[in-house]
């Protein structure tokens, strides 16, 4: 049903005239009568009766009314919020992050909540080869990966990360290959871990260098809590030390195969504004940075 048919009704109904509740309407009176008759004939209802002091409502009008009103309303409340999801003001984004952008990422959400607190906003952890196919399917909207990305994602980098070694803060001073043939080194589990321990592995390959054993963990603060007991070392990403405790102590490394692009990735061919603002956002956030 045409919505301006109810809204000619309902002013008819609030005026009481034919001629006033047209100029209200900003249309002619044979216009508005023509309105209400195909109103009439699409419910099958005589809803006025005319005489000489204007319209007024039958008694079938009269229990229609407020439906009307329910209707009208509802549909300006949804036209409302229409317009809020058009442009970005209201809805919803999913974002996915990883082990690099551990600390960064909740950083660039909360700046754009408080740009943009109609947005709810969910935020995963997940490796990176999971967000890749997240994203190609719309299940994410934008992840904080490594890239460029393996599959066809837009994508900004955002910063380098880099391997660090890490050892505990009460052991004698060692370089890093001398740790590495001494005490097993602490890596995370295959499938929580592939972009991490595909790089650690390029790094021993292309610097010669050799581990006593590995110790396989599921999450990055068991391995950083068996360091400080003394269980081992781990080789991790730089940024992963905003989260550091003192008890460790970060000894940087030197040779190949030591950093890659940490950035955002997101799927363009799918059409979403909220996910295009958030990424303006992280934009004004890098130059506002570089400022």
Same mark, same amino acid.
């Given at each position: 049903?045409?919505?301006?048919? #109810?809204?000619?009704?309902?002013?008819?109904?609030?005026?009481?005239?034919?001629?006033?509740?047209?100029?209200?309407?900003?249309?002619?009176?044979?216009?508005?009568?023509?309105?209400?008759?195909?109103?009439?004939?699409?419910?099958?209802?005589?809803?006025?009766?005319?005489?000489?002091?204007?319209?007024?409502?039958?008694?079938?009008?009269?229990?229609?009314?407020?439906?009307?009103?329910?209707?009208?309303?509802?549909?300006? #409340?949804?036209?409302?919020?229409?317009?809020?999801?058009?442009?970005?003001?209201?809805?919803?984004?999913?974002?996915?992050?990883?082990?690099?952008?551990?600390?960064? =990422?909740?950083?660039?959400?909360?700046?754009?909540?408080?740009?943009?607190?109609?947005?709810?906003?969910?935020?995963?952890?997940?490796?990176?080869?999971?967000?890749?196919?997240?994203?190609?399917?719309?299940?994410?909207?934008?992840?904080?990966?490594?890239?460029?990305?393996?599959?066809?994602?837009?994508?900004?980098?955002?910063?380098?990360?880099?391997?660090?070694?890490?050892?505990?803060?009460?052991?004698?001073?060692? #370089?890093?290959?001398?740790?590495?043939?001494?005490?097993?080194?602490?890596? #995370?589990?295959?499938?929580?871990?592939?972009?991490?321990?595909?790089?650690?592995?390029?790094?021993?390959?292309?610097?010669?260098?050799?581990?006593?054993?590995?110790?396989?963990?599921?999450?990055?603060?068991?391995?950083?809590?068996?360091?400080?007991?003394?269980?081992?070392?781990?080789?991790?990403?730089?940024?992963?030390?905003?989260?550091?405790?003192?008890?460790?102590?970060?000894?940087?490394?030197?040779?190949?195969?030591?950093?890659?692009?940490?950035?955002?990735?997101?799927? =363009?061919?799918?059409?979403?504004?909220?996910?295009?603002?958030?990424? =303006?956002?992280?934009?004004?956030?890098?130059?506002?940075?570089?400022?």
């Amino acid at each position: 049903m045409n919505i301006r048919l #109810l809204k000619a009704f309902l002013i008819l109904a609030e005026k009481g005239n034919y001629a006033d509740a047209a100029r209200a309407l900003f249309i002619s009176q044979p216009a508005l009568t023509k309105q209400i008759n195909l109103l009439e004939s699409m419910v099958e209802i005589s809803l006025f009766t005319r005489g000489r002091h204007g319209a007024t409502l039958t008694a079938g009008g009269r229990r229609l009314l407020p439906e009307a009103e329910k209707v009208v309303r509802q549909t300006r #409340l949804f036209m409302h919020h229409a317009e809020r999801v058009s442009k970005g003001i209201e809805g919803h984004v999913a974002v996915g992050f990883g082990l690099s952008s551990f600390y960064l =990422a909740p950083r660039y959400i909360a700046e754009f909540r408080r740009d943009h607190p109609g947005i709810e906003m969910s935020l995963t952890d997940l490796p990176s080869f999971q967000q890749y196919e997240l994203l190609q399917n719309d299940e994410l909207q934008v992840g904080f990966v490594r890239v460029p990305p393996p599959v066809a994602l837009d994508y900004l980098p955002l910063f380098t990360d880099r391997l660090v070694l890490i050892a505990p803060a009460t052991s004698p001073s060692m #370089l890093a290959a001398e740790w590495l043939k001494k005490r097993p080194l602490l890596r #995370l589990q295959a499938e929580r871990g592939r972009g991490l321990n595909a790089q650690i592995d390029r790094f021993l390959h292309d610097n010669g260098l050799f581990i006593s054993s590995t110790q396989l963990s599921d999450d990055i603060q068991t391995i950083v809590a068996l360091v400080i007991a003394g269980i081992g070392v781990s080789l991790v990403p730089y940024s992963v030390m905003h989260i550091a405790p003192p008890e460790l102590v970060i000894i940087p490394l030197t040779g190949e195969s030591l950093s890659w692009e940490v950035g955002i990735a997101w799927n =363009a061919s799918h059409e979403d504004v909220i996910r295009d603002n958030f990424i =303006a956002s992280i934009r004004k956030g890098m130059a506002d940075e570089r400022d």
